[in-house]
C-alpha cells in the first residue's frame, strides 16, 4: 500500500473522529505524532498549541499532550478525493436519459461548445453543460460517461458539427453519427 493511501485514510479515520469542524483528535488508531507529521507538513493537519492543548485538558479533565485537527486543505482533499473516486453510474439516474461514452478529445469539443454557450446563435441544450461538468471516467474503457436526453444529444451532434466546419478533424462527428445515429443536420432517410 502506498504511502499516499495511507495518509488518506488516516486522514479520513481523524476527520471521521474530529465530530466537529473545529474538533480536536488525540486517538485514533494509528495516529500519533510520528504518524501525522507527513500530514501536518503537508497542511493537510494543524497540531494543537499549548493553548489549545490547555484549553483541551481542562474539557477533558485529564492532560492532553498532543491532538491534531484536519485543516480546511484536509477537509477539500478528502471532499475532492471521494468526488474523484466516485464510481461511474451503470443505471441512468433518470429514466428517459441515454448513457453515452465519449473520449478525452470528444469531450474537449463539448466543453468548448459549452464554454461558447450564449455566444452562440443556437445554444447548447438546456442541462448539456452539466452533464459535461459532471461526466465521470471510466477506466475499463477509457471513455468518459455522461447521462443525456435527446435534445442534448442533438446538441453533441451540433458540437460535433461545428468541429468538423471549422477547421478540424471530422472524426468526432463520424465517431457519435455510428454509435449513436444522431448527426447534424440530421439526415433524411
Same mark, same amino acid.
Given at each position: 500500500?502506498?504511502?499516499?493511501?495511507?495518509?488518506?485514510? #488516516? #486522514?479520513?479515520? %481523524?476527520?471521521?473522529?474530529?465530530?466537529?469542524?473545529?474538533?480536536?483528535?488525540? &486517538?485514533?488508531?494509528?495516529?500519533?505524532?510520528?504518524?501525522?507529521?507527513?500530514?501536518?507538513?503537508?497542511?493537510?493537519?494543524?497540531?494543537?498549541?499549548?493553548?489549545?492543548?490547555?484549553? #483541551?485538558?481542562?474539557?477533558?479533565?485529564?492532560?492532553?499532550?498532543?491532538?491534531?485537527?484536519? &485543516?480546511?486543505?484536509?477537509?477539500?482533499?478528502?471532499?475532492?478525493?471521494?468526488?474523484?473516486?466516485?464510481?461511474?453510474?451503470?443505471?441512468?439516474?433518470?429514466?428517459?436519459?441515454?448513457?453515452?461514452?465519449?473520449?478525452?478529445?470528444?469531450?474537449?469539443?463539448?466543453?468548448?461548445?459549452?464554454?461558447?454557450?450564449?455566444?452562440?446563435?443556437?445554444?447548447?441544450?438546456?442541462? #448539456?453543460?452539466?452533464?459535461?461538468? &459532471?461526466?465521470?471516467?471510466?477506466?475499463?474503457?477509457?471513455?468518459?460517461?455522461?447521462? %443525456?436526453?435527446?435534445?442534448?444529444?442533438?446538441? %453533441?451532434?451540433?458540437?460535433?458539427?461545428?468541429?468538423?466546419?471549422?477547421?478540424?478533424?471530422?472524426?468526432?462527428?463520424?465517431?457519435?453519427?455510428?454509435?449513436?445515429?444522431?448527426?447534424?443536420?440530421?439526415?433524411? &432517410?
Amino acid at each position: 500500500m502506498g504511502r499516499a493511501v495511507v495518509n488518506m485514510a #488516516l #486522514l479520513q479515520r %481523524i476527520a471521521d473522529a474530529q465530530h466537529l469542524p473545529i474538533g480536536w483528535v488525540s &486517538t485514533v488508531e494509528g495516529l500519533d505524532e510520528r504518524t501525522a507529521g507527513p500530514l501536518i507538513r503537508l497542511g493537510l493537519l494543524r497540531e494543537a498549541s499549548g493553548e489549545d492543548r490547555a484549553e #483541551l485538558s481542562a474539557r477533558a479533565g485529564r492532560p492532553v499532550r498532543w491532538a491534531v485537527q484536519v &485543516t480546511a486543505d484536509g477537509a477539500d482533499v478528502l471532499l475532492y478525493a471521494r468526488q474523484r473516486a466516485a464510481p461511474v453510474i451503470s443505471e441512468p439516474p433518470e429514466p428517459g436519459l441515454q448513457k453515452v461514452a465519449l473520449s478525452r478529445v470528444d469531450l474537449d469539443v463539448l466543453e468548448r461548445v459549452v464554454a461558447l454557450g450564449a455566444k452562440l446563435r443556437e445554444q447548447p441544450a438546456p442541462g #448539456l453543460a452539466r452533464a459535461v461538468e &459532471t461526466a465521470r471516467f471510466d477506466p475499463p474503457s477509457s471513455k468518459w460517461i455522461m447521462y %443525456i436526453d435527446g435534445e442534448q444529444m442533438k446538441s %453533441i451532434a451540433r458540437a460535433f458539427f461545428l468541429e468538423r466546419h471549422g477547421g478540424a478533424s471530422a472524426a468526432a462527428a463520424n465517431r457519435f453519427g455510428r454509435t449513436y445515429d444522431v448527426v447534424h443536420p440530421p439526415q433524411s &432517410t
